[in-house]
């Protein structure tokens, strides 16, 4: 299946610098039939030691937003824009999401999602508009290519700045119908 055979050539990945830190590459995880996917920004610490992505403390927010918009964890598809943790937790440089990009590009072509979700501004400029303002355009969808992208604030950000705790189930709770009639 082509999601598996994309996660074996991201554990073999040696395309950027972050391979030479990496405990663990983070391919992704979720159904092949989800039609809903959450892409991030890159793996944590949590992620990097057990190769699985949103496992530490943002990924159990992430579960209990899910819950919020009507939605279970493994009803839907989780990645990041880069599958090697940036040292230091930093923000993925452009030339790691460049070499990264076809991975992700072929996971949506193998998935064909009706919903992409994504989680902060890296991914949401990676994805959706390069000059993308998370604080003024989150929550708001818009398709293209026949796919409907939804940024969002990511939930590690959430965590860190508790204002954005309510903005994120907010638009979590508003998003729910809709996501859950996909
Ligand atoms: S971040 Fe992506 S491109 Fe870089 S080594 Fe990991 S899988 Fe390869």
Redesign the pocket.
């Known amino acids: 299946m082509e999601l598996e055979a994309i996660a074996a050539e ?1 554990r073999a ?4 610098g ?2 030479k830190t ?1 405990t663990h ?1 983070v391919p992704g995880e979720g159904p092949a039939d989800a039609s809903i996917m959450f892409v991030g920004e890159g793996p944590g610490q949590k992620e990097d030691e057990q190769g699985r992505p949103f496992v530490g403390p943002a990924g159990s927010l992430l579960s209990q937003l899910l819950l919020k918009a009507g939605l279970r964890r493994p009803e839907v598809y989780i990645t990041n824009i ?3 943790r940036p040292p230091g937790n930093r923000e993925p440089l452009p030339e ?1 999401v460049a ?2 990009r076809d ?1 992700l590009t072929r996971q949506i072509a193998a998935l064909q999602p009706k919903v992409i979700c994504t989680l902060g501004r890296p991914a949401s400029q990676t994805l959706i508009d390069p000059t993308l303002s998370i604080s003024r355009e989150h929550g708001v969808a818009r398709t293209i290519g026949g796919i409907t992208y939804v940024p969002l604030y990511h939930p590690a950000a959430a965590l860190h700045q508790q204002p954005l705790q309510p903005v994120l189930v907010e638009d979590m709770r508003r998003l729910g119908p809709f996501l859950k009639g996909r």
Do not use: I, N, Y
């Open positions: 991201v990945c040696e395309k950027c972050l391979c990496r590459a880069v599958k090697c790691e070499a990264c991975f």
